[in-house]
């Protein structure tokens, strides 16, 4: 609290008004986010704040009618221009952080709706969720600091939001490119049209399954025949490696077996693994990619039992379209399963939006 002093009988100075706008002017630049957005300024301001206090110190000290405050006065114009300018900075600081997470928001948003798009596709994408739903709900706690005008606490919650996408997209995304690779999609594009070949030329069914469409595909005479909705393996969207990991193999097979009563209504036995899987599982175990004591399993069926439910590395289709299917193929019927049969699939397309 500063001081006026007075003697009876005397005139003194008076503290200038200044003093008194000061006072107030420092705790409105407080309240604005000095420190914040300002912080290098606003120190300097108080350290001539604190300067121009002790010398008010030193003139109340003195004998009343020898208090001369014009110095004080002059030293006090001087703080509220300083104090003014900084509150200038502050506001441009704002409007500069106000624009810059608006528009953070915007894309971190967008890149949480991809997300979860992507996530819907693939069976994987549960590994994803979590993740998520993490990061959905520190946005919406950034927006509303952002509404509230706290930018410096919502731009932190930015880098939170960063994070948690940046790990969903680590576990889903090597899974996702191989879906928009020219080059895996070049490969299984040829093994279809192989297939179709071999329908068209030995007038015969063949069996295309695409994982990205969900769909298994009839093709006679090298015509296109019937299309039934199916699903794939828990992680069926990678291709299967070994004993248990729940992928559906891609490549040319052929059905070995017809099982007109099986765990899952009918099925039929695909002669997985081909030489190309054996080759697979072998690399991968040399570059111990895959547990050392794991096998490279087999029994991989195109069955019934529904399409609803994920399965453990087969095709699952509902029982009335099994039946179908199970009139219609023999031993012998090639059975090609691929990824995806064109470049602009589901996966690619969303996976520009992100």
């Given at each position: 609290?500063?001081?006026?002093?007075?003697?009876?009988?005397?005139?003194?100075?008076?503290?200038?008004?200044?003093?008194?706008?000061?006072?107030?002017?420092?705790?409105?630049?407080?309240?604005?986010?000095?420190?914040?957005?300002?912080?290098?300024?606003?120190?300097?301001?108080?350290?001539?704040?604190?300067?121009?206090?002790?010398?008010?110190?030193?003139?109340?000290?003195?004998?009343?009618?020898?208090?001369?405050?014009?110095?004080?006065?002059?030293?006090f114009k001087n703080i509220l221009v300083e104090g003014n300018e900084i509150f200038k900075k502050i506001q441009e600081e704002k409007l500069s952080k106000a624009s810059f997470i608006e528009e953070q928001l915007f894309i971190l948003q967008s890149s949480i709706r991809a997300l979860r798009r992507l996530t819907s596709l693939i069976n994987e994408g549960r590994l994803s969720r979590q993740d998520i739903t993490k990061a959905e709900l520190i946005l919406l706690e950034a927006q509303a600091l952002y509404q509230r005008g706290q930018y410096h606490i919502a731009e932190e919650k930015l880098t939170c939001i960063s994070e948690y996408l940046t790990t969903a997209e680590g576990k889903i995304l090597p899974i996702l490119n191989r879906y928009s690779n020219k080059e895996h999609i070049a490969k299984w594009k040829k093994w279809v049209d192989m297939t179709v070949y071999e329908s068209k030329a030995k007038g015969i069914y063949a069996i295309v399954v695409s994982k990205v469409d969900r769909k298994l595909i009839v093709y006679k005479n090298g015509v296109l025949f019937k299309t039934y909705e199916v699903n794939i393996g828990r992680n069926g969207f990678?291709?299967?490696?070994?004993?248990?990991?729940?992928?559906?193999?891609?490549?040319?097979?052929?059905?070995?077996?017809?099982?007109?009563?099986?765990?899952?209504?009918?099925?039929?036995?695909?002669?997985?693994?081909?030489?190309?899987?054996?080759?697979?599982?072998?690399?991968?175990?040399?570059?111990?990619?895959?547990?050392?004591?794991?096998?490279?399993?087999?029994?991989?069926?195109?069955?019934?039992?529904?399409?609803?439910?994920?399965?453990?590395?087969c095709i699952s289709l509902d029982n009335k379209h099994m039946d179908e299917l199970f009139g219609i193929a023999d031993i012998g019927t090639p059975v090609t399963i691929v990824g995806a049969v064109d470049y602009d699939n589901t996966i690619s397309s969303t996976m520009k939006g992100l």
């Open positions: 609290m500063l001081l006026v002093s007075s003697v009876f009988g005397c005139s003194s100075s008076a503290l200038p008004p200044e003093v008194k706008l000061a006072q107030t002017q420092e705790h409105d630049l407080w309240r604005a986010g000095a420190e914040v957005y300002a912080p290098e300024d606003y120190a300097r301001y108080k350290t001539s704040l604190r300067k121009g206090k002790d010398d008010i110190i030193i003139q109340e000290a003195r004998l009343a009618w020898f208090r001369d405050y014009k110095g004080v006065e002059e030293q990678s291709d299967k490696i070994y004993s248990g990991d729940n992928a559906t193999p891609e490549g040319k097979y052929k059905i070995i077996k017809k099982l007109s009563k099986s765990k899952y209504y009918k099925a039929l036995l695909i002669n997985y693994p081909n030489e190309e899987d054996k080759r697979q599982f072998a690399s991968a175990k040399r570059k111990g990619l895959i547990p050392a004591d794991a096998g490279i399993g087999g029994l991989v069926e195109i069955h019934g039992g529904g399409k609803s439910g994920m399965t453990f590395g």
